[in-house]
């Protein structure tokens, strides 16, 4: 089969340049958000007297994007993406207000909830509004651009918030998005009036509002059992797991959890690469810190890196659309279990300290290439009724993916090892998540035929 490049002009040609403006704004606000909140929550919770609670307006955030997601998938499923791409942008700039203009921490958390249930409802009718505006073979140029408008964020957000903060005040990091979000809700409204009306399928699953309850209270407390690794959390903890194992039974396609071939495959494969990447992400910093003795601002660099190498990956397979998905799932998730590799390697005071960048570099590259994969494959294997289901499906796999890492690697920090002196737990911890990868580039070595135009 002859490879042929992208056409031209996919993302500005008259029928889709609103729709492109549109996403690619909002993700981007809501990426910088996103970013810009952590480094400015120093300032804004002492402000607020909340230092207590300092952790609850990134908890109060998840708890919220996850049931946000899982009801916005069944809303989609029945009426389609349009409710929710307006409706999701309106409740992210309420909360940006409340949050901007919050006088204590119960009203931070109210905006932070806002917020977090704005973002989750775009998450999901964002990938149905580009399986419905963009074909096949036009998906994946859009993927590639929408990982570009997190890229930004991610290297300049954390600068731009805390200069900000220091000059402005951090109210400005919210009250500041407010007139983007605004256009951004505008350009949305008019790609919502051209969109043909929503037939809903008969046979369309509907996710239950109790597991999405129980599958949001099982990734707070795994996550927050993260957070706070001790004697107690392994309880609350395991307890949390097993809650969120018999949610996602109700919550994922069948045999998603038993990694069935085709769509349950994918749905998992977003879970099991999500994982394995934040695992990394997240114990990498403290890594360079105290293992290398790198200061805490360049302890961060590499994961600018990561964002960089993400990115042109991602542009690279937008290049290719007739590249075969399934073959670069499978390199996504080798490059990965790679940059795991040098990530155990990379954890040990005798190793050298600039392979950092190569792991993140290789990391983000595999990354870059298997999520729009898994994207694409998504829409591909998921009939047009259950679409809403599986997007929000996903999404969840990804965030227990992460949790599920994040809370393995405090375990065998505080069983092994201590923050100050990390390399035994970062060890088994790339092992573990490596070998996590090497299942990855398995399971995705099986397709059914059948897919969804």
Known sequence: MTIEAAPRGVLWTPEHRTATAGLLLVVTLVAFEAMGVATAMPTMVAELRGEALYAWPFTAFLIASVIATVLSGRLADRRGPGPALLIGPVIFLVGLLVAGLAQNMAMLLAGRVLQGLGSGALMVSFSLLIGLVFTDRERPVMYA?????????????PWIAGMVTEQVG??????????LVIVGLVLLVIVVRRLDPHVPGESGRRAGVLAAV??????????WAAQHPSAASLVYGGAALVVLVLALRGLMPAGTLLLRPGLPTVTAARGLIAGAYAGMEAFLPLTMSTVHGYSVAMAGLPLTVTALGWSAASFVQGRFPDWSREALLRT?????????????VVSQPWAPSWLAFVVSVVGGAG???AMPSISLLLLRFSPLHERGFTMSASQLGDWVGAALAIGLGGVLLNALASPAQPSPAMAVLGIVLGAVGVLGVVVTSRWPARVYP
């Open 170 to 179: 951090w109210r400005w990091v919210f009250l500041g998005l407010v007139p």
């Open 332 to 344: 996504g998730f080798a490059l990965v279990a790679v940059s795991l590799v040098l990530f155990t």
């Open 367 to 369: 990354m870059g290439i």
């Open 214 to 223: 129980a599958a949001t209270v099982g990734v707070a407390a795994l996550t």
């Open 145 to 157: 651009a929408n990982a570009a408008a997190w890229v930004l964020p991610g290297v300049i957000g």
